[in-house]
């Protein structure tokens, strides 16, 4: 199949970035001639699996953001202030990239907005996959961006949602949608996989080194400078070690872990970039290592080094693919129970020995609660630990791996 894959976005860093390579790696490992449109310039950092990357030219540069962020050579505004004429700008450019590669044999969009629109004025069927963040951060009371969304949909050959969450989110927000699918996110389980501690503290090490230079940490986007003698040192000995790994900002509940972790007898590594990350570090105890944005080659090793995962988000998510990703290498997640992240708990729980299952979750922002949680997990005797991460790995192995995922999206007869 000739596939078109509009994302307009990056490749790296956030949910539906890495989402969209991954799915471009896997459609491309399974023979099918995958073009990506989105606004990655450095797509060779990528393992894309043969897929080609095209990046129209944004009108002004203006790029329409859910989450103030900012990215080189684009100027972010939230969705909900682009102008009318703004809007029609975004989606004729992105749309005349799509028109240009035809024909294709699927068209995928990300986002329902922009997406929707995308799709539908690019001029070929088209399905959409829905994450979520466009939902709650920008459609969500706004009747103008809820009814173009609504619309837009309306003219896909099928939309897909991520978690039973995002399915009432998105009807709650846009109302009746048809022809709906629930395939859910995937993980890499070749690249996420249980490592041997020593073994994978050298493979986090030996990536740190490979790692382009960054003076002052002056580029968020990039890993700090130093992270190779940072790791080696903050992370030698078999001590306690949480880890979170995610946006550096208050809706993922950040805060939260740091509040839970003062009196915990453990280190903790905080991987991210955001514009709270001073403030994040004013507020984390003595035994934290925060060390900016990693990619999935350094994840792959410092997951299995980590105790615990900790996934705090106080705002609702589409899944929870972070958790899916620590599970993968045997790293117990502890999630916050709501929205898509309660869906990857309860998976987590049908594989977990009974008597453990309250520790794949705690109350969401409840700090007292994960603190609990947190030295219950890391007080287990050595055999429940090693029931648990063997339980965790199984659970990725028979809901979330990548390749069943691509599958599915292809294979998939929505309903309604």
Known sequence: MRILLWHGYLLGGTGSNVYTRALAREWSIAGHDVVVVCQERAPEHYDLGGATVVVPELPGGLLPVFVMDRYSGLEPKHLQDFTDTEKRAYVDANAGALHELLPADLVFTNHVLMGGPVGTAAGAPFRVKAHGSELEYSMRGRPE??????????????TFVGSRHIREVLEDVVGQVDRVALVPPGVDIEEFRPEERDAAL??????????????????????????????????????????????????????????????????????????????????????????????????????????????????????????????????????????????????????????????????????????????????LPCADRDALRRAARQAVERRWSWPSVARRLLDARPAG
């Not at 809820?146 to 837009?152: C, L, N, Q, V």
Request: aromatic fraction near 6%; charge should be negative; hydrophobic fraction near 45%.
């Open 145 to 158: 961006l809820e009814r173009w969304g609504r619309e837009s949909l309306a003219a896909a050959e099928a």
């Open 202 to 379: 050298a493979g986090l090490v030996e990536e740190a080194r490979n790692d382009a230079p960054n003076p002052g940490n002056a580029n968020e986007r990039l890993p700090d400078d130093g992270n190779a003698g940072r790791f080696a040192e903050f992370l030698a000995g078999d001590e306690p070690t949480v880890l979170y790994f995610g946006k550096l900002i208050e809706e993922k509940g950040v805060q939260v872990l740091l509040e839970a972790m003062h009196g915990i007898d453990a280190r903790l590594v905080v991987v991210g970039f955001g514009p709270f990350r001073a403030r994040f570090e004013r507020l984390a105890p003595a035994r934290t290592l925060f060390c900016g944005p990693l990619e999935h080659r350094h994840l792959a090793h410092l997951l299995p080094l980590a105790d615990v995962t900790v996934v705090p988000s106080i705002f609702p998510e589409a899944f929870g693919m972070v958790a899916a990703e620590a599970a993968a290498t045997g790293s117990p997640p502890l999630v916050a129970r709501h929205s898509g992240l309660a869906e990857v708990a309860a998976g987590l729980e049908e594989e977990y020995p009974r008597s453990l299952r309250h520790l794949a979750s705690f109350e969401t922002g409840d700090a007292a609660d994960l603190a609990a949680k947190i030295t219950e997990l890391l007080a």
